[in-house]
C-alpha cells in the first residue's frame, strides 16, 4: 500500500524505540499531560453543568419562569381586574407556556419573642400554584390545600422554622409595613396559623419566603400591597427570553414581562465567569504537555540530522522533512486527545458512582449533608464542551509541532554529513 513518504516516516519514528531514554520518557510524559488535561478539562466542566442545572432547578421551583406585573411608569395607574385578566388570557394563548397563576408578594418581618426575621410574605392561589411552581412537592410538613382563604394561615421555610421554633399549629405574628391615609408609616401586626413548612434547599428561599392565601394578602389593605402581577411557567425553561419576547408582543399595554435569566443574572454570570476561569486554568496543563512535545521534537531532530540529511541528499524536499516531524508530533499529541476525550467522559459519566467508593473507601465527604444543601457531586456531559476542548488541545498540539519541524526543514545536508 502506497505512503506519502513524510507519513511513512513520522509514523516509523513514532513506532520506534528510541535509544535515548531521555527523549522516550518526555514522549511518554507529553502524552500523559495532554491525556490528562483533556480528562480534567472535561470532568470539571461536566461537574459545573451539573451544579448550574441543579442550582436553576433550585431556583425555579419556587419561582416561577417569569413574572408578568405592572409597568414602572410615573403617574400610571394600576392595572384593574378585567386588564389583569385580559393579560391572562392572552398568556394562556402563547405558544411555549404551562402555566399561569396570581400571585401578591410584599416585604414583613417575622415576629416570635425574642427573634424577628426578615421574610416575603407571598400570596398565592392554591389551585393554581401548581401550575407554575413545584411548591406541592416541597412542603414536608402539611398541605397546600391548608391555604384557604381568610384561613390566615402560612406555609413557612425549614430554616424559618428553625430559627423561630416553630411546627404545624404554632402561631407566628407579621410585622407589616402600610401606609395611612394621610401617607403616614403605620405598622400592622397579623397573626397567623402555621399551616406547614416546606424546603428546597436553598437559603433565599428557605429563610426568606412565608406562603399565604392571595386572598389573605390582599385582605391587608392597597397600602400593604408590594409586588403583585402573574407567574408564568414554560414548558422549556431555558427557551424563557425567545417565549418571554414573544409574549411581549401580545400583551396589552401597561404590562412586562421578566423572566428567570434577568431575575437571577448575577447567579448565572458568576458560574459563567468561574467556568471560564477554571477551563483557562485547566488548560495550562495542556499547554505545559504541548511545551513537552516542541521539547521532544527538537531533541529528535537533534538526534536525526544524519537521518534528515540522508533524506535531503536522496531528493527530499525541506517540506516533506517538515511533514516528517509533523506527523509524529501530531500523531503523539492527537493520540493524546483521544485518549483524554475517552478517558474524560468515562469519568464524568460515572461521577455519581465514583465520588461514593472514594467517600467510602476514604472515609470523607465532599458535601458535609451538615453544611451544605448540595451533598452529591452532579454531572451534566455538554457536546459543545467536549467539541470545544478537543479542538483547543489538537490546536496547541499542533501548534507545538511547527517549530522543531521548521527547524528539521532547515538542516543543511552538508553541515549534518561533514563529521560523519
Same mark, same amino acid.
Given at each position: 500500500?502506497?505512503?506519502?513518504?513524510?507519513? !511513512?516516516?513520522?509514523? &516509523?519514528?513514532?513506532?520506534?524505540?528510541?535509544?535515548?531514554?531521555?527523549?522516550?520518557?518526555?514522549?511518554?510524559?507529553?502524552?500523559?499531560?495532554?491525556?490528562?488535561?483533556?480528562?480534567?478539562?472535561?470532568?470539571?466542566?461536566?461537574?459545573?453543568?451539573? !451544579?448550574?442545572?441543579?442550582?436553576?432547578?433550585?431556583?425555579?421551583?419556587?419561582?416561577?419562569?417569569?413574572?408578568?406585573?405592572?409597568?414602572?411608569?410615573?403617574?400610571?395607574?394600576?392595572?384593574?381586574?378585567?386588564?389583569?385578566?385580559?393579560?391572562?388570557?392572552?398568556?394562556?394563548?402563547?405558544?411555549?407556556?404551562?402555566?399561569?397563576? +396570581?400571585?401578591?408578594?410584599?416585604?414583613?418581618?417575622?415576629?416570635?419573642?425574642?427573634?424577628?426575621?426578615?421574610?416575603?410574605?407571598?400570596?398565592?392561589?392554591?389551585?393554581?400554584?401548581?401550575?407554575?411552581?413545584?411548591?406541592?412537592?416541597?412542603?414536608?410538613?402539611?398541605?397546600?390545600?391548608?391555604?384557604?382563604?381568610?384561613?390566615? &394561615?402560612?406555609?413557612?421555610?425549614?430554616?424559618?422554622?428553625?430559627?423561630?421554633?416553630?411546627? +404545624?399549629?404554632?402561631?407566628?405574628?407579621?410585622?407589616?409595613?402600610?401606609?395611612?391615609?394621610?401617607?403616614?408609616?403605620?405598622?400592622?401586626?397579623?397573626?397567623?396559623?402555621?399551616?406547614?413548612?416546606?424546603?428546597? %434547599?436553598?437559603?433565599?428561599?428557605?429563610?426568606?419566603?412565608?406562603?399565604?392565601?392571595?386572598?389573605?394578602? &390582599?385582605?391587608?389593605?392597597?397600602?400593604?400591597?408590594?409586588?403583585?402581577?402573574?407567574?408564568?411557567?414554560? &414548558?422549556?425553561?431555558?427557551?424563557?427570553?425567545?417565549?418571554?419576547?414573544?409574549?411581549?408582543?401580545?400583551?396589552?399595554?401597561?404590562?412586562?414581562?421578566?423572566?428567570?435569566?434577568?431575575?437571577?443574572?448575577?447567579?448565572?454570570?458568576?458560574?459563567?465567569?468561574?467556568?471560564?476561569?477554571?477551563?483557562?486554568?485547566?488548560?495550562?496543563?495542556?499547554?505545559?504537555?504541548?511545551?513537552?512535545?516542541?521539547?521532544?521534537?527538537?531533541?529528535?531532530?537533534?538526534?536525526?540530522?544524519?537521518?534528515?540529511?540522508?533524506?535531503?541528499?536522496? %531528493?527530499?524536499?525541506?517540506?516533506?522533512?517538515?511533514?516528517?516531524?509533523?506527523?509524529?508530533?501530531?500523531?503523539?499529541?492527537?493520540?493524546?486527545?483521544?485518549?483524554?476525550?475517552?478517558? %474524560?467522559?468515562?469519568?464524568?459519566?460515572?461521577?455519581?458512582?465514583?465520588?461514593?467508593?472514594?467517600?467510602?473507601?476514604?472515609?470523607?465527604?465532599?458535601?458535609?449533608?451538615?453544611?451544605?444543601?448540595?451533598?452529591?457531586?452532579?454531572?451534566?456531559?455538554?457536546?459543545?464542551?467536549?467539541?470545544?476542548?478537543?479542538?483547543?488541545?489538537?490546536?496547541?498540539?499542533?501548534?507545538?509541532?511547527?517549530?522543531?519541524?521548521?527547524?528539521?526543514?532547515?538542516?543543511?545536508?552538508?553541515?549534518?554529513?561533514?563529521?560523519?
Amino acid at each position: 500500500m502506497f505512503h506519502p513518504l513524510s507519513l !511513512f516516516v513520522g509514523l &516509523r519514528y513514532v513506532r520506534a524505540r528510541s535509544t535515548k531514554f531521555f527523549v522516550s520518557f518526555i514522549t511518554w510524559t507529553s502524552l500523559a499531560g495532554v491525556c490528562v488535561g483533556v480528562a480534567a478539562l472535561i470532568v470539571i466542566l461536566s461537574v459545573m453543568n451539573g !451544579f448550574e442545572g441543579d442550582l436553576r432547578q433550585r431556583l425555579l421551583s419556587l419561582d416561577a419562569d417569569a413574572r408578568v406585573v405592572p409597568t414602572e411608569s410615573r403617574g400610571a395607574a394600576a392595572p384593574d381586574p378585567e386588564q389583569w385578566q385580559r393579560a391572562a388570557r392572552a398568556i394562556r394563548g402563547s405558544p411555549g407556556v404551562a402555566g399561569v397563576a +396570581p400571585y401578591a408578594q410584599i416585604q414583613a418581618l417575622a415576629v416570635r419573642t425574642p427573634v424577628m426575621l426578615p421574610v416575603q410574605l407571598r400570596g398565592i392561589d392554591p389551585k393554581a400554584e401548581p401550575s407554575v411552581t413545584r411548591l406541592a412537592g416541597a412542603i414536608k410538613e402539611g398541605r397546600l390545600s391548608d391555604l384557604a382563604p381568610g384561613s390566615e &394561615r402560612v406555609i413557612v421555610g425549614e430554616v424559618i422554622a428553625e430559627e423561630l421554633g416553630l411546627a +404545624p399549629g404554632d402561631s407566628l405574628t407579621l410585622l407589616i409595613p402600610t401606609v395611612s391615609a394621610g401617607g403616614v408609616p403605620t405598622p400592622k401586626l397579623r397573626q397567623f396559623k402555621v399551616a406547614g413548612i416546606f424546603g428546597v %434547599g436553598l437559603s433565599d428561599s428557605d429563610a426568606a419566603l412565608v406562603f399565604a392565601n392571595i386572598a389573605d394578602v &390582599r385582605a391587608l389593605g392597597p397600602s400593604a400591597r408590594g409586588d403583585e402581577g402573574l407567574r408564568v411557567r414554560y &414548558r422549556n425553561a431555558l427557551d424563557a427570553p425567545a417565549i418571554s419576547a414573544g409574549l411581549r408582543t401580545r400583551l396589552p399595554r401597561g404590562f412586562q414581562v421578566i423572566d428567570w435569566t434577568q431575575d437571577n443574572a448575577d447567579y448565572f454570570h458568576a458560574i459563567r465567569i468561574e467556568k471560564t476561569m477554571m477551563s483557562l486554568i485547566l488548560l495550562l496543563i495542556v499547554a505545559v504537555a504541548a511545551f513537552n512535545i516542541v521539547a521532544m521534537l527538537v531533541m529528535v531532530v537533534t538526534d536525526k540530522r544524519t537521518d534528515i540529511a540522508i533524506l535531503r541528499t536522496f %531528493g527530499a524536499s525541506p517540506r516533506r522533512v517538515m511533514g516528517v516531524f509533523l506527523t509524529q508530533g501530531l500523531v503523539i499529541g492527537w493520540l493524546g486527545v483521544a485518549l483524554g476525550v475517552g478517558l %474524560g467522559l468515562a469519568l464524568a459519566y460515572n461521577v455519581r458512582t465514583i465520588v461514593p467508593f472514594l467517600q467510602n473507601t476514604f472515609g470523607f465527604q465532599i458535601f458535609s449533608s451538615s453544611v451544605y444543601y448540595i451533598t452529591t457531586v452532579p454531572s451534566v456531559v455538554k457536546l459543545s464542551n467536549v467539541v470545544t476542548i478537543s479542538v483547543a488541545a489538537l490546536l496547541l498540539t499542533a501548534a507545538a509541532t511547527v517549530y522543531p519541524a521548521v527547524r528539521a526543514a532547515r538542516t543543511s545536508p552538508a553541515e549534518a554529513l561533514r563529521y560523519e
